[in-house]
């Protein structure tokens, strides 16, 4: 993390409770299963990575500075050229108001930061998250820190002894045991393109709503 935008340093940072989304047990509300059927929002999957964290470096009214400085966008841009990064972008037509961005390593998934600049636009795209990482075996849904917002889609706080057994057994998963390889050529255990390849997203690259809500409908 960053102190700021222009800040110079980066420093890590390990919560001794870590938030997780158990991709099981994800809590998909009747207004947000509306939401996603209605398809209010056109999402995709990797097609804009730099918008959107960009989006999420921005200033906002309730956050007027961020920790993503240029040289964690810089890396992360690479990380995603290399396909380990990845991105889940929420479209009103033409318009980026939401979306997501993080890191996949193994059965792991690890979600850096988050924006809404539509009603409901950051819901639908964790949603479409847990629904991707779900079809791609994924394991561990690592959140960082607990928010009202995550609690109230099924997050939960695990102790540090906890969580890093859920990361061993799923980090371990880059050994080997998963999809033989990704688009870097390095083995890898979760497949987060495994979606795209059943043919789900339209000629646009969109996934339909109503396929995500379906599911996730067996996990609310």
Same mark, same amino acid.
């Given at each position: 993390?960053?102190?700021?935008?222009?800040?110079?340093?980066?420093?890590?940072?390990?919560?001794?409770?870590?938030?997780?989304? $158990?991709?099981?047990?994800?809590?998909?509300? &009747?207004?947000?299963?509306?939401? @996603?059927?209605?398809?209010? +929002?056109? *999402?995709?999957?990797?097609?804009?990575?730099?918008?959107?964290?960009?989006?999420?470096?921005?200033?906002? !009214?309730?956050?007027?500075?961020?920790?993503?400085?240029?040289?964690?966008?810089?890396?992360?841009?690479?990380?995603?050229?290399?396909?380990? !990064?990845?991105?889940?972008?929420?479209?009103?037509?033409?318009?980026? %108001?939401?979306?997501?961005?993080?890191?996949?390593?193994?059965?792991?998934?690890?979600?850096?930061?988050?924006?809404?600049?539509?009603?409901?636009?950051?819901?639908?795209?964790? !949603?479409?998250? *847990?629904? &991707?990482?779900? %079809?791609?075996?994924?394991?561990?849904?690592?959140?960082? +820190?607990?928010?009202?917002?995550? !609690?109230?889609?099924?997050?939960?706080?695990?102790?540090?002894?906890?969580?890093?057994?859920?990361?061993?057994?799923?980090?371990?998963?880059?050994?080997?045991? /998963? $999809?033989?390889?990704?688009?870097?050529?390095?083995?890898?255990? /979760?497949?987060? &393109?495994?979606?795209?390849? @059943?043919?789900?997203?339209?000629?646009?690259?969109?996934?339909? /709503?109503?396929? *995500?809500?379906?599911?996730?409908?067996?996990?609310?």
């Amino acid at each position: 993390m960053a102190d700021a935008r222009d800040a110079d340093d980066i420093y890590w940072v390990e919560p001794r409770r870590r938030a997780i989304l $158990p991709l099981d047990r994800f809590h998909l509300s &009747r207004s947000l299963r509306r939401t @996603l059927r209605a398809d209010r +929002f056109r *999402v995709t999957a990797d097609r804009a990575f730099g918008a959107v964290i960009a989006l999420c470096a921005e200033s906002a !009214a309730d956050r007027p500075d961020t920790w993503i400085n240029r040289s964690i966008e810089q890396a992360f841009r690479r990380l995603h050229a290399m396909g380990r !990064a990845h991105s889940i972008e929420c479209w009103d037509d033409d318009r980026l %108001v939401g979306g997501l961005y993080g890191l996949s390593i193994g059965r792991a998934f690890f979600g850096e930061s988050m924006v809404s600049r539509a009603t409901d636009a950051s819901k639908v795209a964790i !949603a479409s998250l *847990v629904a &991707r990482l779900r %079809v791609g075996g994924f394991t561990l849904l690592d959140c960082q +820190f607990m928010t009202d917002h995550l !609690a109230s889609l099924g997050a939960e706080e695990i102790s540090r002894a906890d969580y890093m057994a859920l990361l061993g057994a799923a980090v371990s998963a880059s050994t080997g045991d /998963g $999809p033989a390889e990704g688009r870097s050529g390095v083995a890898a255990g /979760g497949d987060f &393109r495994a979606l795209d390849a @059943l043919g789900v997203p339209d000629a646009a690259g969109a996934v339909p /709503g109503k396929v *995500v809500a379906q599911l996730l409908v067996h996990t609310s």
